[in-house]
């Protein structure tokens, strides 16, 4: 209680009212004025920017005051739906190569150029800066962006954020804005053409730059999807994406941003001031410093108290971390010895308790996840018997229809000496029980397929006790004559063995391979419910040997199909 009084009086009261709450206060203070004055610098700013766009958009208009160009244009379409004459083709065409640059020769000079695409694809442009630019002829109009939203706005205007006038027959690719409109018979309502007015982003600087803004802050213009148009600094889209995300609190460049904001009506454009919080938090530096200053001492006079206290209070608190280490390596036997019975001493028992409870909660956890891992084994090998019993009734059905009823009885008796194998009580076998059981299986199924089977069974006698869960090979054999052997047409043969591999890394396997030449499947399809024995395998494999095993399956269509268990041979018996 001594120390905590000590350093709140020393420490924390000067601390937190002169380097804290007072420098808070008029950041505040001084943000909420700078916030207020920026708003009313974006009014000025939104305002100049929207008088530009308005000078964009009276360029789109500008077909419509002058009768010759709209009746050139009423030509071009006209000579989609019917034929014209030579004449009439070289009067439009002069008319808006001639009269049309002419008509917006008096306009803005600061637009770069104006494009029109008439309705049958003839296109023609504009430049302001007098010079004999020429529209590429190839270019996929109709497929851009641009051109689809003039056509969608249907006569409305269309604001185009920045992207490439590579429309153009130019050395290099500028980076342009733009206003499109779809230009449209008044009377029939019937689409002419497209016009767009170009114009660089420097217009954009430019109106920006005759403002005042602070030196570190950030002015961005953005479109209605929240694309980047505008920056004042180098600014990425995902940079953008940063800010928009989270606007209250954002960190650019290691400094953290405030943002006013205003939207350009007509073009649901929004122009965005990112205010930087360092240098309005700048203007109260001194208080900060001076704040530190208290600190500094306090912390050097906390550090000689605390020195003359650390005798009586460290020792116990570092034998506590000592014991608690040694539980977190795993020795639940160790315990803190409570000397006196101040707090400490009981803080002790309580450490003594907390260990003596996690040990046994540890150690009923422990076995209640050993019984449900238990339970789940078992739930997955008992969807072998149904898998199992289905295919195999299957087989009964076809020898059946075919009259071969000699042969069915044979597979009954065959099949009832493997269900005495399958309904024994225990939940592993040996290598050599389960490639027993297979060979059984195999006979069973030679007497259904006859010729067009033949089985192969290999089995390293090293091997022959090693001790897996049962019926874990039995269900992929089955796949492997189900599904490969029995759609195909052709003579087949399935291979199954079991051998030792050398050492690897130090480590001692066993590759068990199921391989068929039946008709193979795609896998990089999903595997359906006829496959459930596959993913039955998988799931006990990993609850047998976890961590000590792989299964690798390989399959083309019309070349078979090879199954591979690698298991490591350190451990003898499966998990």
Known sequence: MKLIMLYSLTILLPVI??????PSYYVKIITAETEKLTDATLVGLSENIQTYLDDLERVTVSPYTNNEVMNSLKQKARGLNTQIDNYSKYKADYTLYHTLPSL????????????????????YYNDSSSQLTEP???????EQNWYREAVTANGRVSFVDVHPQ?????????????????IKDPDSKQPLAIIMADADTIILDRIVRQVSVNVNSIVTITDKDQRLIYSNTH????????????PTHIDYNKQSYVAVSREIPTSSWRITIWLSKAELASKVH??????????????????????????TLLTPFKEMIGVMRQVQLGNMNKRFSVRGQDEIAQLGNVLNRMISQLDEL????YLTKLKLRNAEFRALQSQIHPHFLYNTLNAFVSLNRKGEHALLERAILSLSGMLRYFLTTHDTCSLEEEFSSIQKYGELMSMRFSDRLEITITLDPALASFRIPKLLIQPLVENAIIHGVEPCEQ????????????????????????????????TFEQIDDQHIGLSNVKERLELAFPDNHEFQLESRLGHGTTITITISLNNEEPA
């Not at 637009?111 to 296109?123: E, F, M, P, Q, R």
């Not at 590579?166 to 779809?182: G, Q, T």
């Open 17 to 22: 009212i002169i380097a804290f709450v007072m």
């Open 104 to 123: 917006l020769v008096n306009l803005r000079k600061d637009i770069l150029g104006t494009l029109l695409v008439a309705i049958d694809g003839s296109v």
């Open 136 to 142: 590429r002829n190839d270019y996929p109009y109709t």
């Open 166 to 182: 590579d429309y153009l027959k130019l050395p290099s690719v500028p980076e342009v804005f733009s206003v499109a409109r779809l």
């Open 235 to 246: 600014l990425s889209q995902e940079d953008l994406k940063q800010f928009l995300k989270s």
């Open 286 to 311: 001194w208080m900060r410093l001076t704040g530190a200053v208290f600190a500094a001492g306090g912390v050097v006079l906390a550090f000689f108290l605390f020195f003359a206290y650390s005798r």
């Open 362 to 365: 540890i150690t009923n956890e």
């Open 491 to 522: 003579p087949c043969k399935v291979e199954v063995s079991a051998d030792r591999l050398p050492n690897i890394n130090d480590r001692e396997c066993m590759v068990i391979r199921i391989a068929d030449n039946g008709i193979g499947f795609n």
